[in-house]
């Protein structure tokens, strides 16, 4: 029985789909019940993959899923379906893959044609409605396809086979397996630097995005190896896209990417990813440096955070738009008039340290940003720009405001919660830490038999999570244990790390499927090993084996975290791209290092020692003066001393003599770095 012939996405969790239902396209949801009316009518299917926060998104939107004669053209030839990327990565894994295959460039709206089984036989991205741009139009191409589909079916079928067993081997992965070694990091290190823009900062050309995959593995080659300009290559792009427009100067947070090599025009939508991976690489420079552009920024993007990104239960908002009012960056931006207007005669100091730019072809108003010595005196004179700033940002807030996608993302906020709990304990603010843990709570609160979701808006939550929620939370697990010390925690994360052995880890062992066992609705299950704007869901998974054996002393959990990792590094190395993250993990698992503190729980001398030094590599167990219960392992099942204060300093199953003074842990745990 075929569904009725109307939109059918009013009632559909994700914001981004709801945007939606209001057009005269006969839109579907992707589900088993949407897939079966493509088979019976014997239609191909016309799949449209976007996100909330996507520009060409809309502007496709308004173009053609608005009009009547497009819409008319595609509820008779197809049947649409519409995906929201962020509620199903794994369907966009798998179509994305299959685009790139064709030899197109990928990128968002996809727009796939599929056999009525689901299996992708010709695409693009962006289409507009009349010619234009070397595009051809979208009726244009609505009927090309129709026409070759009714006259070539049967070799469009073939082709459709063999391009989804392509995209099956790629995603699915084989069975190789790599043994662990330094200088596969040290490899993907070299290729990266060799990429970096010295000048610029990030990756060579234009647009420029954070990278933060990249510039983690940049950072562990110079903790691992001392590579002093792999380390600079990170603060070099740091300090340039902090004083780019890509960074909101006015509110705080960080644009997903700059248009230009300049850091300069952002694509203004801003994602709750991109900025959780900010405010870690921050933190890190920030301990390294003493730098306090660092420790400013993530204040002003916590703050950000907390005042425009708090969803439904104190979790966190997915992302918000590029445009409001129908005009990319119309919020954000800013003529000089309106800035004299605000400020007065104050003006002229808010333009000694910002200037306005609008480089050749920007039709919108002029981009705040900052020059070098600007961001650098900005830095030193902040107290003066804090008032400033703060009249500029309660007038911005009377204009029209982007878009918010509210729903929750399992995945994402656990790297955020990860970040605010790291980011808290080494610049001793408890309101992150608690912040952090309120959405821990909410989303744990909002599991369903011991699942989580992996997506909430409301009372509307989408189960089954994938294998990257119950990663990402296991590691948020682990943050917040380490900033609280509350052993609550570490159940919840080998809670976590059970569920997803359930649900997820494969036949032989070998590693784990994006997509839980009883998910009967994708066409083929992937891994999950490429990472997109964040790690991937593979490099995640090994993280989080490795800091839960790390925390419990578990050795037989560090052997399956390798034998993962050693797998995971196999299928690595047939990919071209996306393999930073599980290289970046595997350096956890060749060198897992492990801080035990004994220290008084009123007046700690130790504790704050390792607070102010991160390292993405350790992991750090407080333990209260007198404990007896629930006391952290050293490797070889010693107990620790706990009758006074001591730290114990250990990789993998060697540790250094305890170290009983302040002074004496600061000096070793920076000569670690």
């Given at each position: 029985?075929t569904?009725?012939?109307?939109?059918?996405?009013?009632?559909?969790?994700?914001?981004?789909?709801?945007?939606?239902?209001?057009?005269?396209?006969?839109w579907?949801g992707?589900s088993?019940?949407?897939?079966?009316?493509?088979?019976?009518l014997?239609?191909?299917?016309l799949?449209?993959?976007?996100?909330?926060?996507?520009h060409?998104?809309?502007?496709?939107?308004h173009?053609?899923?608005?009009?009547?004669?497009?819409?008319?053209?595609?509820?008779?030839?197809?049947?649409n379906i519409?995906?929201?990327?962020?509620e199903?990565?794994d369907?966009?894994?798998?179509?994305?893959?299959?685009?790139?295959?064709?030899?197109?460039?990928?990128?968002?709206?996809?727009?796939?044609?599929?056999?009525?089984?689901g299996k992708?036989?010709?695409g693009?991205?962006?289409?507009?409605?009349?010619?234009?741009?070397?595009?051809?139009?979208?009726?244009?191409v609505?009927?090309?396809?129709?026409k070759?589909?009714?006259?070539?079916?049967?070799?469009?079928?073939?082709?459709?086979?063999?391009?989804?067993?392509h995209?099956?081997?790629?995603?699915a992965?084989?069975?190789?397996?790599?043994?662990?070694?330094?200088?596969a990091?040290?490899?993907?290190?070299?290729?990266?630097?060799?990429m970096?823009?010295?000048?610029?900062?990030?990756?060579q050309?234009?647009?420029?995005?954070?990278?933060?995959?990249?510039?983690?593995?940049?950072w562990?080659?110079?903790?691992?190896?001392?590579?002093?300009?792999h380390?600079?290559?990170?603060?070099?792009?740091?300090?340039k896209?902090?004083?780019?427009?890509?960074?909101?100067?006015?509110g705080?947070g960080?644009?997903?990417?700059s248009?230009?090599?300049?850091?300069?025009?952002?694509?203004?939508e801003?994602?709750?990813y991109?900025?959780?991976?900010?405010?870690?690489?921050?933190?890190?420079?920030?301990?390294?440096?003493?730098n306090?552009?660092?420790r400013?920024r993530?204040?002003?993007?916590?703050?950000?955070l907390?005042?425009?990104?708090?969803?439904?239960?104190?979790?966190f908002?997915?992302?918000?738009?590029a445009d409001?009012d129908?005009?990319?960056?119309?919020?954000?931006?800013?003529?000089?008039?309106?800035?004299?207007?605000?400020l007065?005669?104050?003006?002229?100091t808010?333009?000694?340290?910002?200037?306005?730019?609008?480089p050749?072809?920007w039709?919108?108003k002029p981009?705040v940003?900052?020059?070098?010595a600007?961001q650098?005196e900005?830095?030193a004179?902040y107290?003066?720009?804090?008032?400033?700033?703060?009249?500029?940002?309660e007038?911005?807030?009377?204009?029209?405001?982007?878009g918010?996608?509210?729903?929750?993302?399992?995945?994402?906020?656990?790297?955020?919660i990860?970040?605010?709990?790291?980011a808290g304990?080494?610049?001793?603010?408890r309101d992150?830490?608690?912040?952090?843990?309120?959405?821990?709570?909410?989303?744990?609160?909002?599991?369903?038999?011991g699942?989580?979701?992996?997506?909430?808006?409301?009372?509307?939550?989408?189960?089954p999570a994938?294998?990257?929620?119950?990663a990402?939370?296991?590691n948020?697990?682990?943050?917040?244990?380490?900033?609280t010390?509350?052993?609550?925690?570490?159940?919840?994360?080998?809670?976590?790390?059970?569920?997803l052995?359930?649900w997820?880890l494969?036949?032989?062992?070998?590693?784990?499927?994006l997509?839980?066992s009883?998910?009967?609705?994708?066409?083929?299950?992937?891994?999950?090993?490429?990472?997109?704007?964040?790690?991937?869901a593979?490099?995640?998974?090994?993280?989080a084996?490795v800091?839960?054996?790390?925390?419990?002393?578990?050795?037989?959990?560090?052997?399956?975290?390798?034998?993962?990792?050693?797998?995971?590094?196999?299928?690595?190395?047939?990919?071209v791209?996306?393999?930073?993250?599980?290289?970046?993990?595997?350096?956890?698992?060749?060198?897992?290092?492990?801080?035990?503190?004994?220290?008084?729980?009123?007046?700690?001398s130790?504790?704050?020692?390792?607070?102010?030094?991160?390292d993405?590599?350790?992991v750090?167990?407080?333990?209260?003066?007198?404990?007896e219960?629930?006391?952290?392992?050293?490797?070889?099942?010693?107990?620790?001393?706990a009758d006074?204060?001591?730290a114990?300093?250990?990789?993998?199953?060697?540790?250094?003599?305890?170290?009983?003074?302040?002074g004496?842990?600061?000096?070793?745990?920076?000569?670690?770095?």
């Amino acid at each position: 029985m075929t569904l009725p012939a109307k939109n059918l996405l009013a009632e559909e969790a994700s914001p981004y789909l709801q945007q939606h239902s209001d057009n005269p396209v006969h839109w579907r949801g992707w589900s088993p019940a949407a897939l079966a009316e493509a088979r019976e009518l014997g239609r191909p299917i016309l799949l449209s993959i976007g996100y909330a926060a996507c520009h060409w998104c809309h502007v496709m939107a308004h173009e053609s899923f608005e009009n009547d004669a497009v819409a008319a053209v595609m509820n008779r030839l197809y049947v649409n379906i519409k995906v929201d990327r962020e509620e199903r990565p794994d369907i966009d894994q798998i179509y994305m893959a299959a685009l790139h295959a064709m030899g197109e460039q990928g990128g968002w709206p996809l727009t796939m044609f599929l056999t009525p089984d689901g299996k992708p036989f010709w695409g693009g991205t962006y289409f507009p409605r009349e010619a234009r741009y070397g595009r051809p139009g979208f009726i244009q191409v609505l009927e090309a396809v129709d026409k070759a589909w009714r006259e070539k079916q049967q070799s469009l079928a073939e082709s459709a086979d063999g391009l989804t067993a392509h995209v099956e081997q790629r995603l699915a992965g084989g069975k190789g397996r790599a043994i662990l070694d330094r200088d596969a990091l040290a490899d993907l290190a070299g290729r990266i630097d060799g990429m970096i823009d010295r000048d610029l900062g990030g990756l060579q050309g234009a647009p420029k995005f954070p990278n933060a995959p990249f510039m983690h593995a940049l950072w562990l080659s110079w903790l691992r190896d001392g590579q002093t300009v792999h380390r600079d290559a990170v603060l070099i792009s740091l300090e340039k896209m902090l004083a780019g427009g890509i960074y909101d100067h006015v509110g705080g947070g960080l644009s997903r990417y700059s248009t230009d090599a300049e850091w300069l025009v952002p694509h203004f939508e801003k994602m709750l990813y991109d900025n959780a991976q900010l405010i870690r690489l921050c933190n890190w420079a920030y301990a390294a440096t003493g730098n306090s552009l660092f420790r400013v920024r993530i204040e002003e993007t916590v703050a950000w955070l907390l005042r425009e990104m708090r969803a439904e239960g104190r979790a966190f908002a997915a992302s918000l738009d590029a445009d409001s009012d129908g005009e990319e960056g119309l919020f954000y931006t800013w003529s000089r008039d309106e800035i004299e207007a605000a400020l007065g005669d104050d003006a002229s100091t808010f333009f000694r340290y910002f200037e306005l730019a609008a480089p050749h072809g920007w039709e919108g108003k002029p981009i705040v940003r900052q020059s070098e010595a600007q961001q650098r005196e900005g830095i030193a004179d902040y107290a003066q720009l804090t008032p400033l700033k703060a009249k500029l940002l309660e007038i911005r807030e009377k204009r029209v405001r982007p878009g918010r996608d509210g729903k929750a993302l399992t995945d994402w906020n656990g790297l955020m919660i990860a970040a605010l709990a790291e980011a808290g304990r080494s610049l001793g603010r408890r309101d992150w830490i608690d912040a952090a843990a309120k959405a821990f709570a909410h989303i744990v609160k909002a599991g369903q038999d011991g699942r989580l979701p992996h997506s909430m808006l409301g009372a509307k939550k989408l189960f089954p999570a994938l294998s990257s929620d119950y990663a990402a939370m296991t590691n948020a697990a682990i943050a917040l244990l380490e900033a609280t010390g509350d052993p609550a925690y570490s159940a919840q994360a080998k809670k976590f790390s059970d569920e997803l052995d359930r649900w997820h880890l494969d036949g032989e062992k070998t590693g784990y499927w994006l997509t839980a066992s009883d998910s009967r609705d994708v066409p083929i299950r992937i891994r999950g090993d490429v990472d997109e704007a964040i790690p991937s869901a593979t490099s995640q998974i090994v993280e989080a084996l490795v800091r839960l054996s790390s925390l419990s002393g578990d050795l037989d959990l560090w052997e399956k975290a390798s034998s993962i990792a050693e797998h995971a590094m196999g299928r690595a190395a047939q990919q071209v791209y996306g393999q930073a993250g599980i290289v970046n993990a595997c350096a956890l698992v060749l060198e897992p290092l492990k801080l035990v503190l004994v220290d008084s729980a009123e007046n700690p001398s130790l504790v704050p020692v390792a607070n102010r030094n991160p390292d993405p590599r350790r992991v750090d167990i407080v333990v209260p003066i007198g404990t007896e219960a629930n006391r952290a392992l050293l490797p070889g099942g010693v107990l620790p001393a706990a009758d006074k204060p001591g730290a114990w300093f250990c990789t993998g199953q060697a540790c250094l003599p305890a170290v009983t003074d302040a002074g004496e842990l600061e000096n070793l745990l920076r000569r670690m770095a």
